[in-house]
């Protein structure tokens, strides 16, 4: 499992917790979250994340 950070504000989706709160699943990839998906904290598109190394 990885973990996804958006670039403009530092939020990271870690797959393996998911974001039960918001409807998604523990173990939800990152690339299976819906296209128009957003940053939970800034509203930043999908695009705005990277995998995060540290």
């Known amino acids: 499992m990885d973990k996804w950070i958006c670039v403009i504000c530092g939020y990271i989706y870690d797959e393996a917790l998911g974001m039960p709160d918001h409807g998604i699943a523990p173990g939800t990839k990152f690339t299976e979250l819906p ?4 940053c939970p904290e800034c509203g930043s598109p999908k695009d705005s994340f990277e ?4």
Do not use: L, M, S
């Not at 296209?35 to 957003?38: F, L, R, Y």
């Not at 995998?51 to 540290?54: A, H, L, S």
């Open 51 to 54: 995998i995060y190394t540290g």
């Open 35 to 38: 296209d128009d998906w957003v």
